[in-house]
């Protein structure tokens, strides 16, 4: 797509209507700042929406469970920890969810809000951070990362740790390989200075703190940091490094979607229908998450079974020695009786006693007997009980190298086809578009928009097609139509509208601009 293309988020004081770049905001470093209530997420849910049209995908990381209203009108993959979300993920997923970001091109919503484990949700957010910059590196795909609540992850005062020096490093060094940042904070005071001093676009919202207006002067102008308490909901002073001009007061247009971050009021609280990803590619994630707690618990039984064998081998080896204890006394009574019937043999008389101790002699030996075989027996006990240690200890082994190569994996865990594969299944051509396509100024305007989108020339030709067949259609049943992503099929429609040749309804669904009609098919001529 055009590195000059604008997305429309608001006005100016005089009423001009206030554009970014595209590829400032996916490449370049962005923080937005302001009081609770002032609006700063609303800002951040304007750019979302706004880089969704135009059909870029992104991943917000939400700290708060508040952008899933962003689902009412967009297709993303809401992942986090609570039930609400599409799927219940860990750090395990990392490098499935850069892959589906960079590769896949499917916005997401990584909630951390629901873990309860702080920890947890600040490996998650690293392993996910890290694994965007690795595969940056080689896709250098214009992408941008939102990072609300950032001072928790890069304080001032305080010591940052791995998560935040990753941050700070996508932030310094993201840039060239496309990947982009955008923190977001209510407390700029508690946000490391280096990162916003070095920030190429700010957004100031209401702020009324002295420590945080006096950021404000420090970093715009003394005149600021009294004028930032004056400003209204919505409003905020904007510095951008591409205009010439230095600071802009601006009026953020109100999110088109779902405002899931309001406070709560006294009216009843009405959840609205959410947009989501296939339930092919939940099922997959959710199948990764299932397979780690199948080993997780495998391995568990299996050293509950190892700790067992080795409780009853330290028995029976008790049992062993006791039995040689026991052998040793009997033969030491034995040579003792056998030494007094050799002398009482010499004895005259006293038959009665020689015979009686030569049955003590008889019994004893039989018992020796009996206890040399107990013996063997347990010692072939035990050595089989350490094979049977030996081999669960190996099997417990192979399963966390197993465990650790799931983790490991790169990109083996998914097949999906690209947008556009020739190999995919085509929609019906036998529409008669009566010369629609043929039309110069048409075709020309379809081809420059599916160059400007995710989807080839055959792709856009089916979509006119199916539109000029059906009629106005939502973008996720024109995309079912045609058989590609709702992503893929949105970029495309909203470079069509851009260039005219379509239009979008007050319900939301896109249909052939007005001087855009398809010529009626020729009669057959029928004999």
């Known amino acids: 797509m055009s590195d000059q293309r604008e997305v429309l988020v608001g006005e100016t004081a005089d009423g001009t209507e206030l554009t970014l770049p595209v590829i400032e905001l996916l490449t370049g470093r962005g923080f937005a700042t302001g009081k609770s209530g002032s609006g700063k997420s609303n800002t951040a849910s304007v750019i979302a929406e706004e880089l969704l049209e135009a059909g870029f995908p992104l991943l917000i990381v939400d700290t708060d469970g508040e952008y899933y209203g962003l689902k009412e009108e967009y297709e993303m993959l809401h992942a986090g920890a609570d039930e609400e979300c599409d799927v219940q993920i860990g750090p395990e997923h990392a490098e499935q969810m850069a892959t589906l970001a960079l590769e896949e091109n499917v916005p997401i919503i990584l909630d951390v809000s629901g873990y309860l484990e702080e920890d947890a949700a600040d490996e998650l957010l690293r392993e996910v951070a890290r694994q965007l910059f690795v595969k940056e590196k080689k896709l250098k795909k214009p992408f941008l990362l939102v990072v609300e609540e950032v001072h928790e992850y890069i304080p001032e005062g305080g010591g940052v740790g791995e998560t935040g020096n990753l941050l700070i490093k996508i932030g310094k060094?993201?840039?060239?390989?496309?990947?982009?940042?955008?923190?977001?904070s209510q407390r700029p005071a508690d946000v490391k200075k280096d990162f916003i001093t070095q920030a190429n676009w700010l957004?100031?919202?209401?702020?009324?703190?002295?420590n945080d207006t006096k950021v404000v002067g420090r970093i715009i102008d003394t005149e600021y940091a009294q004028r930032v308490s004056d400003l209204d909901d919505g409003q905020a002073f904007v510095q951008t490094d591409w205009t010439e001009t230095d600071v802009r007061k601006v009026q953020f247009r109100r999110k088109r979607t779902f405002d899931a971050g309001a406070t709560p009021g006294l009216e009843e609280f009405e959840r609205p229908d959410l947009k989501s990803v296939s339930d092919t590619l939940v099922g997959d994630l959710q199948e990764i998450s299932e397979?780690?707690?199948?080993?997780a618990d495998r391995i568990d039984e299996l050293e509950a079974e190892l700790e067992k064998r080795e409780q009853r081998i330290a028995t029976l080896e008790d049992e062993l020695e006791s039995a040689r204890d026991i052998s040793t006394a009997a033969q030491q009574l034995a040579d003792a009786v056998a030494g007094v019937g050799t002398a009482q043999t010499q004895l005259p008389g006293n038959d009665e006693e020689r015979r009686r101790l030569h049955q003590e002699v008889v019994d004893l030996e039989a018992d020796l007997e009996d206890r040399e075989e107990r013996i063997e027996e347990l010692t072939e006990r035990v050595a089989d009980r350490t094979d049977e240690r030996d081999r669960l200890r190996e099997e417990v082994r192979r399963l966390r190298e197993r465990v650790a190569e799931l983790e490991d994996a790169e990109g083996?865990?998914?097949?999906?086809?690209?947008?556009?594969?020739?190999d995919s299944i085509p929609g019906d051509r036998g529409l008669d578009a009566g010369g629609l396509l043929e039309d110069g100024p048409v075709a020309d305007s379809l081809e420059r928009a599916c160059d400007g989108s995710l989807c080839s020339l055959e792709t856009g030709e089916r979509v006119l097609e199916t539109l000029a067949r059906e009629g106005p259609l939502a973008t996720e049943t024109l995309a079912t139509r045609v058989d590609r992503s709702t992503i893929a099929v949105q970029s495309l429609v909203s470079e069509l509208r851009t260039?005219?040749?379509l239009e979008r309804t007050a319900d939301g669904a896109y249909g052939l601009a007005e001087g855009v009609r398809p010529t009626a098919p020729e009669p057959s001529d029928r004999s």
């Open 173 to 184: 060094r993201g840039r060239k390989h496309g990947l982009g940042i955008l923190g977001i």
């Open 203 to 210: 957004v100031w919202h209401r702020l009324t703190w002295d």
């Open 291 to 295: 397979r780690e707690r199948r080993e």
């Open 412 to 422: 083996r865990e998914f097949s999906y086809a690209e947008d556009d594969e020739p």
């Open 499 to 501: 260039r005219s040749v």
